[in-house]
């Protein structure tokens, strides 16, 4: 008999002081990811949230390695099921990616081929990880039963279409499709609401969140959407300056977030701030170039001490599955939530 909490706690993905810089003219270096850790478990949604600019799209294109010169990844691990990707040698590499880790990027009409139908769209990570010949009513049968299960009307007459024929809300559906069409351990979704209506949007976030009850995926949801974070993740990461400053369960991220620069971004959210406590974060997002010394966010934080300004915290366990890079963390005030 299958022990269901053992299932449940399968490793899929860690990621081990990953990092990976830009150069610039005049070895100039951008540390765009400077040490990012985490774990991933079977089944979990890991939500990433922080501000633009700050490295999210790139930590999903690191796991995947398609960072391309001026970019580079500098060093670090990261473990899928057990194996160091980075040691697998390059064809091992291009089998599992679109097999067994995929992505769902932003911007899903721009990434599908004006020229190409969706029956075309769909079936080419199926084709390209399969060896047998294909004949093309099985792969017709398998698009259109593909673009079923993501709800689209008539997936028929859709696998017909091309892009400029759908919405933008189609046109994600599709690209989820097609993401999941060789039914991957890892699903990599990148602003997948962006751009879309409200209406679409919840939409999406429905099926990702049927997605991955029904098919126990494992999801990496990267976003700066409160709201979406909230409905589909079981943890929350926080980036700042590089580096991963918070990680915990959703509810504590909602309800009692330890970082100074977490509790900055709910009480700077209308949604979340209490009555009367909406307030920016003062200053401005560090340059990548030239980190502060020591707590990167120090220039920002009013609950800095001089410590904070000379040595750098790291990820530390606050409580239960609450991880926290702060000096202070003990003495910064709960978060006043306003639900
Ligand atoms: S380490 Fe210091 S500067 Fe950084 S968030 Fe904590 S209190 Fe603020």
């Given at each position: 008999m299958v022990n269901e909490s053992k299932v449940e706690k399968e490793l899929i993905l860690e990621v081990k002081d990953l990092r990976t810089y830009f150069y610039g003219s005049d070895d100039v270096v951008w540390k765009i990811l400077d040490g990012i850790n985490f774990k991933l478990h079977r089944g979990e949604t890991l939500g990433i949230m922080g501000p633009s600019g700050v490295g999210k799209s790139v930590l999903a294109h690191s796991i995947l390695k398609l960072i391309k010169w001026p970019g580079k990844i500098e060093g670090g691990e990261i473990f899928f099921k057990g194996k160091n990707l980075f040691n697998l040698e390059e064809e091992d590499f291009d089998d599992l990616r679109g097999r067994e880790i995929c992505l769902v990027m932003q911007n899903s009409s721009n990434s599908l081929d004006p020229l190409r139908d969706m029956t075309y769209a769909t079936s080419q990570p199926y084709k390209v990880h399969t060896e047998?010949?294909?004949?093309?009513?099985?792969?017709?049968?398998?698009?259109i039963s593909q673009l079923g299960k993501v709800s689209l009307p008539e997936p028929s007459q859709t696998s017909d279409k091309f892009t400029h024929q759908m919405s933008g809300g189609e046109n994600q559906r599709v690209k989820i499709a097609t993401a999941l069409i060789n039914n991957p351990t890892l699903l990599i979704a990148d602003e997948p609401v962006s751009n879309l209506d409200a209406t679409v949007a919840g939409m999406i976030i429905e099926l990702l969140y049927?997605?991955?009850v029904k098919f126990k995926l494992t999801m990496i949801l990267i976003t700066h959407n409160l709201g979406v974070i909230a409905q589909l993740s079981d943890k929350v990461a926080m980036m700042y300056a590089g580096k991963i400053i918070e990680i915990s369960d959703v509810e504590t991220f909602y309800q009692n977030p330890k970082h100074p620069f977490t509790q900055g971004l709910?009480?700077?959210?209308?949604s979340m701030a209490p009555r009367g406590k909406l307030k920016p974060?003062?200053?401005?997002?560090?340059?990548?170039?030239?980190?502060p010394t020591g707590c990167h966010f120090h220039p920002r934080c009013k609950y800095a001490i001089v410590k904070c300004s000379i040595d750098e915290p790291s990820l530390e366990e606050y409580d239960k599955n609450h991880f926290v890079a702060c000096w202070r963390t003990k003495d910064i005030p709960k978060f006043e939530a306003d639900f």
């Open positions: 047998d010949e294909h004949e093309n009513i099985e792969i017709k049968t398998l698009v049927e997605m991955k709910l009480y700077a959210s209308p974060i003062p200053g401005e997002e560090p340059d990548p170039r030239k980190y």
